[in-house]
């Protein structure tokens, strides 16, 4: 018969991890792997910017379209990354050589410092001018961090209906939460000024009228244009109605 203190073929060992507790299992570790790990970890955080300096391909046709400049700065002393939507050729630009693109600007012209986009989205057409969200998420989580830290706000000039709500219902799980609270809706450019000069940054014309129409019909903000055939704009035709209403009595009278 068997001891009681003998071990049974049933018996067996429990090892619990640091890990498993969400304990800081580091403390454990010898110096050797701790050694190890911080390298590893150097490895990851770590962005080779140079090779964007150097472009391996020309941009002379980006450039012409003048979609992505570097301007002046904010009241905040942060350099201007000015971006129209209109000029961009969504549908004859991949995502990624647009974002080789943005990175050689950004690591050329913006090598430090803070900065702030101020993105117009005046008359832009989806299908036409847009990237897509996916992509832009893609280029914003490809920058290293300290690219990110040093993008302070995003100005959103003219958010259409459309934009607001993608942004309020998929903006969160599309795009990370660092730059979701970034970005600052503008729905005017007198707006605008409460932030950035005026001549700090170049608007085009069509900005300005498309400003324009907006201040005049402010309905269209919400995708609702009120007078469609601008019938608004036509002559009133009472006051034919009335004098020839007067020559027909007059008419009557003589005869």
Not at 13 to 29: M, N, Q, W
Not at 45 to 69: A, I, K, M, T
Not at 224 to 240: G, K, R, T
Request: aromatic share 14%; glycine share 6%; with cysteine.
């Amino acid at each position: 018969m068997a001891s009681s203190s003998s071990p049974s073929n049933d018996d067996f060992s429990v090892l619990v991890l640091a890990s498993d507790l969400g304990i800081d299992a580091r403390p454990f570790l010898t110096t050797h792997e701790r050694e190890r790990e911080e390298q590893e970890t150097e490895e990851e955080n770590w962005h080779d910017c140079s090779q964007y300096l150097v472009p391996d391909e020309d941009f002379s046709d980006l450039e012409r379209l003048q979609f992505f400049r570097i301007q002046g700065y904010d009241k905040s002393s942060n350099r201007i990354v000015r971006v129209v939507g209109k000029y961009f050729p969504a549908q004859v630009i991949s995502g990624e050589r647009l974002k080789k693109y943005i990175f050689y600007k950004i690591f050329s012209e913006l090598p430090e410092g803070p900065f702030c986009i101020v993105y117009i989205h005046s008359t832009v057409q989806k299908e036409e001018n847009s990237p897509g969200m996916t992509i832009l998420r893609w280029i914003y989580e490809e920058l290293p961090t300290e690219g990110k830290e040093r993008l302070q706000v995003v100005y959103f000039i003219h958010p259409g209906l459309r934009s607001r709500l993608v942004f309020a219902t998929l903006g969160r799980f599309f795009l990370s939460g660092g730059l979701y609270w970034k970005i600052k809706y503008v729905s005017r450019l007198q707006y605008l000024w409460e932030d950035i000069k005026k001549g700090e940054i170049e608007i085009p014309e069509f900005v300005k009228s498309h400003d324009d129409v907006l201040e005049h019909r402010p309905l269209t903000d919400y995708g609702i244009e009120p007078d469609p055939f601008h019938l608004n704009e036509l002559p009133s035709m009472s006051y034919s109605f009335g004098s020839y209403q007067e020559r027909w009595e007059s008419r009557e009278f003589v005869s």
